[in-house]
């Protein structure tokens, strides 16, 4: 298996041989193409659009359609999926599914989505796990090592890359960035019964978010692995953390907090994780 996924080398193919724009041009179609199916994918799943498209821009545009221009595309196709997974269509799953995974290998961790059940979440699970792996984070448990010699070539590859990027570092697991998004995520899931009958789609973008917040904490011996991985799940909170608003009987007061939440993650971006190389 090539290290470079065929729709990579497709778009730079045509980029660089026939419109003679190696860089620009490539940068600007995995954006517009990123961008495109986060819009759908918001129109679709928000309840609050302006205020999915405030989040969307403060804290994932910057990263993934300028920096990580082919996980940008992919996590953008994992966020599109969700509709399938809910109308349990396999096939038009699996289609976007492929085309993720034409964009970046590493969506190929989407596919399991398909098996969530959309309609039940037993909460206490999810916070029974958040409890273990918190412990597996204090352990300094690093499970990329564990796939160090794994004997498919890619695998094998990217695990040394992601040991060579952060063996020297780990996630801070309690850093303000993380607890933000975690306390949200907690609050929401405090009223699953009245959020879930405003937004049919709450119950499973809420299990994408923990499975968000669950690999930074496995992964968080691995700065790179950890925060790859989380990040791609994570694209889900441009959609569902504007559920807060239905928290609230004072809107606006809801509204001017996502806007300083908002506010934060677009500062933390640029001022203390614009230095972290992936």
Not at 6 to 29: E, G, N, T
Request: charged share 15%.
């Amino acid at each position: 298996i090539t290290t470079i996924e065929p729709a990579f080398s497709i778009i730079a193919f045509i980029c660089r041989d026939i419109f003679k724009q190696p860089v620009l041009l490539l940068m600007s179609v995995f954006a517009v193409l990123s961008i495109i199916f986060k819009t759908k994918a918001i129109k679709i799943y928000s309840s609050f659009i302006f205020i999915s498209f405030l989040l969307y821009t403060s804290d994932f545009l910057l990263l993934h359609d300028y920096i990580q221009i082919r996980t940008g595309v992919a996590s953008a196709l994992m966020l599109f999926s969700i509709q399938f997974i809910k109308k349990r269509n396999f096939k038009l799953f699996f289609i976007v599914f492929c085309c993720a995974v034409s964009f970046h290998y590493s969506a190929v961790l989407m596919f399991p989505l398909y098996f969530l059940n959309s309609e039940k979440i037993k909460i206490n699970n999810y916070i029974y796990l958040l409890i273990v792996f918190y412990i597996f984070a204090f352990l300094k448990f690093n499970p990329v090592i564990l796939l160090k010699n794994f004997p498919i070539e890619y695998i094998n590859v990217k695990v040394n890359g992601y040991l060579n990027r952060g063996e020297n570092y780990s996630a801070n697991i309690f850093s303000a960035f993380f607890l933000s998004k975690l306390i949200i995520t907690i609050l929401l899931s405090l009223r699953i019964n009245l959020l879930s009958g405003k937004n049919s789609y709450f119950i499973l973008m809420l299990k994408i978010q923990y499975i968000s917040l669950f690999t930074l904490l496995f992964f968080s011996q691995n700065l790179a692995a950890s925060m790859r991985i989380s990040e791609f799940f994570g694209v889900i909170e441009i959609v569902l953390f504007p559920e807060v608003i239905n928290l609230f009987e004072e809107k606006h007061l809801a509204r001017f907090f996502l806007l300083f939440l908002a506010s934060f993650w677009f500062c933390m971006r640029i001022f203390v994780y614009h230095n972290i190389s992936w």
